[in-house]
């Protein structure tokens, strides 16, 4: 290699990593903006929230998350190792339906399963005209509790878990199963040792995933009255008016995600799990039989029956018997939410593949920072994200205009905060994480010697990423474009604060009606939701499993 | 499906999505054309869209509408500052005006025609804002279970009797956040707080769902009494749904404070931004808001009372029986809340 294509490398190099400070930088400066409220702003709120409700806020959030962990992992790591290694009548079924909950927002299923389920609801009304009891003489779950909000929540984000370490399963090439086989583990000992601790990175991807989306929850535990950390936030924005208290309680809520996220870091330290096979044979499925496999078959069913087939039918249920129909613009609203969802998909996975690939290239503590922290958005509260994203925005915009005015004489008026280049900015800041997560955890699994084969052969980082990477970590990209998809078409409180004049999404449109107390009516689009999240749900479930046999 | 068709999909998708996107860019919001006005309502669509397409009909007026949460919405309004393109900024309680006024992002404006149509006591004393409907924060009972004798004032809901018989939504919800202020407004915030400590102790179930769900939970039986807007009860009771009117019927609405200073009352209202730029437009539309036509949609499609005398009170609202109203110069309720909320926290008002 002669010394000018040396140089004309690292100046390739250097331009990613270039990139990726800068694409971490732009979708930090939201969150910056927030941090920036801590130095501003008085402590008064602060005090009175101290002195009253806060103790109780954070003690609700870590409960919640700790019940949500738990109940993502219990349904999640079972259901993945069952769907891709053993065999059981309903397997193939199974391995894309279990992903089906992720396309149900977790304020629909709270809405739903209240409907169905609180004193006032068809299950419990039908109890007392069965029994003769009144209130208060029979227990029932009390689906509006720190439990309830457990559950719910777990029901839709345990498919983080599932998906990830699903195909970190799928990954393990069957040399490791008869790795585990040769060191005479029987299949129990060849899960525990091998196959879990060879998924970890990917089940803590998926664990963190569902953590943060559970401390950015606002629509669930607000209305099963569960005060948390985030409930805090929004009584501060709404109940004081104060935004800037607001944004302190975020600046808080984010400096304990960072927290976590470096604790599971360091408890990771130097370990490393590369796919050791060069090829990969496709592993023998452990067949399951008689009881064991309708074991398997309740555990796989469980999730779904009530992740996804209840809420479902319910929402059927009520948008076919009682839903008001009539303000209907159904499809204009469905290919809103449909467009922008797959907009930012791409965008969030490209920017994911450019921080990713340059972490990977070039770990220098510049770029491993810019990594660590360009998804901290997740974590945030939609709300918050989009007064991080408005205020920048705003101000850039009022420099245009300026400039405009004083150059050209024209009035331009506001470009992109009051467009959808600040909503697609939003969702980029917002679910990063996810896709990065994704492709980190893909990206992770090639060994750094196949790169240094390609560079070898004269290949620049872009052809190695196109041509060694890409095959290679098909389907983590395409699930990583997957969940942000579907966050998209389920997110609701940036969309409602930065869409422009007139447009309205799915997720508007629905939240409008249960937030009027029109839970009924709001069927309709609840149930859309589902249905488009359906669609690519289950196409690419199926190129994941496809990536998996043919490679 | 592999991975090439799948790419292909999402290009093709991804470029439908762009002219999308271009098609929105170039927005239409600005004024140098005469017939347009731009809203920014943290009224509902549905509760807003059918009255602008009814305006737009009669005046031919283009109405351009955003949706969202009130705070959200101010947020936007100030960072948008000059260049906000938002003319009228509409919002479900008099405290959200009275803090939109206190940012700054509402201007002076009006009619002789609103302001004689609109009482005094229902806008604002400047004309920064205007109520456009009212509605009525009251108790409701359940039939046979409560002697209606036994209830008098918001206060005596504090009262030891009442323990574990109470249903009220959380204190995060602003028409608490209202009542409450209208409270300290009234007799002063440390009685307000002990006030707020007895209600807690008599509460039935810790706070959780909207107003709806305390009515269904005291038709049901968890409590004798719930605290609600009237008009979600009139939506129960004017029900094409048989289990919703029977659920009502087992309510009836109490009208407490009769002696003193009347029912708790909220207006949805309205205001012109600061910055805006079809004031014309927009005032015209805040006179088509108070129009008897729109009154009297407001009260038969939400259950909401009018702001202007003399219209009209369909059957529906009137079945609920007549009642006198709390005149409290609403931008009380604004400069009240901050301490309405921490009194309700310090209560442990949930």
């Known amino acids: 290699m002669s010394v000018a294509a040396l140089t004309k490398t690292k100046q390739k190099l250097s331009w990613l990593s270039v990139s990726s400070v800068m694409v ?65 009548p309903g397997r193939k079924v199974f391995a894309w339906a279990l992903l089906l909950p992720l396309a149900v927002p977790a304020y629909i299923i709270a809405y739903t399963y209240t409907g169905l389920l609180d004193f006032a609801g068809p299950v419990q009304t039908f109890i007392r ?49 008869e790795v585990s086989r040769t060191l005479g583990y029987n299949q129990w000992q060849g899960l525990f040792r091998l196959a879990l601790p060879l998924a970890r990175p990917a089940i803590i991807a998926g664990l963190t995933l569902a953590l943060m989306e559970t401390l950015a929850d606002y629509g669930t535990v607000q209305y099963f009255g569960v005060s948390t950390f985030t409930t805090g936030i929004f009584r501060t924005f709404y109940g004081f008016g104060d935004s800037a208290a607001a944004a302190q309680l975020a600046a808080f809520l984010l400096g304990f995600v960072a927290l976590l996220v470096l604790v599971e870091k360091y408890s990771r330290r130097k370990a490393r799990y590369h796919s050791s096979a060069e090829y990969k044979a496709k592993a023998k499925l452990i067949e399951l039989k008689g009881v064991k496999a309708l074991i398997a078959f309740l555990i796989c069913l469980g999730p779904v029956l009530f992740g996804f087939l209840i809420p479902a039918a319910v929402l059927g249920y009520w948008s076919l018997t009682k839903a008001n129909l009539s303000d209907g613009a159904f499809a204009q609203l469905a290919w809103n939410s449909f467009y922008l969802a797959a907009l930012a998909a791409l965008i969030a996975v490209g920017f994911a593949l450019i921080l990713a690939y340059a972490g990977r290239l070039n770990p220098s503590k510049v770029v491993r920072a810019a990594v660590g922290t360009a998804g901290m958005g997740y974590a945030l509260p939609g709300t918050i994200v989009a007064v991080g994203v408005i205020i920048p925005f705003a101000w850039l915009d009022h420099q245009i205009i300026a400039a405009a005015r004083s150059l050209f004489g024209l009035d331009l008026g506001l470009i992109l905060s009051g467009t959808l280049v600040a909503l697609l900015f939003a969702y980029t800041v917002r679910f990063l994480a996810v896709s990065l997560g994704a492709v980190q955890s893909g990206l992770g699994k090639i060994k750094p010697s196949l790169d240094g084969a390609a560079r070898t052969l004269g290949r620049t980082p872009l052809q190695v990423l196109k041509q060694v990477h890409v095959p290679l970590m098909k389907s983590s990209v395409l699930t990583a474009l997957l969940i942000v998809f579907v966050d998209v078409l389920k997110e609701l409180p940036a969309t409602l604060i930065l869409r422009p004049f007139n447009f309205n999404t799915l997720a508007v449109r629905a939240f409008e009606l249960a937030s009027d107390e029109r839970l009924v009516d709001a069927a309709p689009a609840s149930l859309l939701i589902v249905v488009v999240g359906l669609l690519p749900v289950i196409l690419l479930s199926r190129s994941i499993s496809k990536g998996r046999a043919g490679s | 499906m592999d991975k090439k068709a799948l790419s292909k999909l999402f290009i093709t998708l991804g470029s439908a999505a762009l002219v999308s996107v271009a098609s929105l860019l170039p927005t239409s919001v600005f004024a140098d054309e005469s017939g347009l006005v731009n809203v920014y309502s943290a009224r ?57 006024k206190e940012a700054g992002v509402l201007q002076v404006s009006g ?39 036994e209830l008098s004032t918001y206060e005596d809901l504090a009262d030891p009797k009442w323990k574990g018989r109470i249903c009220v939504r959380s204190s ?16 002063g915030e440390s009685k307000t707080e002990a006030w707020a400590k007895g209600l807690v102790k008599n509460f039935a179930k810790p706070p959780s769902g909207g107003d709806t769900d305390q009515l269904k939970a005291a038709a049901a039986g ?15 009771l004017n029900s094409d749904d048989e289990s919703k009117q029977a659920l009502a019927s087992k309510l009836v609405a109490f009208w407490p404070n009769q002696n003193d200073r009347g029912v708790h009352m909220n207006v949805s209202g309205v205001g012109v931004t600061k910055h805006a730029r079809n004031i014309d437009n927009a005032v015209k539309l805040m006179e088509f808001m108070t129009s008897a036509e729109s009154q009297t949609w407001y009260a038969e499609i939400n259950n909401e009372y009018p702001v202007v005398e003399g219209v009209k009170i369909p059957a529906n609202l009137a079945s609920m029986g007549e009642f006198s109203a709390d005149d409290i110069v609403l931008s009380k309720l604004g400069e009240n809340n901050r301490a309405a909320v921490q009194l309700m926290d310090r209560a442990g008002w949930k």
């Open chain 1, 24 to 88: 971490a930088f732009l979708l930090m400066l939201p969150i910056l903006v927030i941090v920036g409220f801590v130095f501003s702003g008085s402590a008064d709120v602060f005090k009175h929230l101290f002195e009253t409700v806060l103790a109780d806020y954070v003690g609700n959030s870590l409960l919640l998350m700790l019940g949500v962990g738990i109940g993502v992992l219990v349904m999640g790591i079972p259901t993945a190792w069952l769907t891709s290694v053993c065999d059981f």
């Open chain 2, 44 to 100: 509902k669509e549905a509760l807003i869209k059918p009255m602008l397409e009814r305006f737009t009909e009669q005046t031919g007026i283009t109405v351009n509408l955003v949706t969202g949460k009130a705070d959200a919405l101010l947020k936007r309004l100030e960072v948008e500052g000059s260049a906000s393109p938002a003319d009228l900024f509409v919002t479900v309680d008099a405290g959200r005006l009275h803090r939109a």
């Open chain 2, 111 to 149: 009619s002789d025609q609103l302001n004689q149509a609109i009482p005094a006591s229902l806008r604002d004393a400047e004309g920064y804002w205007y109520g456009m409907t009212q509605r009525a924060r009251t108790i409701f009972y359940v039939k046979g279970k409560v002697n209606p004798d």
């Open chain 2, 172 to 187: 995060n919800n602003i028409y608490n956040q209202s009542l409450v202020a209208s409270m300290v407004d009234a007799i």
């Open chain 2, 222 to 236: 968890v409590c004798d009494l719930a605290i609600a807007n009237t008009y979600y009860f009139g939506r129960l």
């Open chain 1, 129 to 177: 005209e069965a029994t003769g009891l009144g209130y208060g003489e029979y227990w029932f779950f009390e689906i509006r509790s720190l439990t309830g909000a457990m559950l719910m929540l777990a029901l839709v984000l345990y498919p983080y878990v599932y998906l990830l370490s699903r195909s970190a399963f799928l990954e393990q090439s069957a040399s490791t199963l």
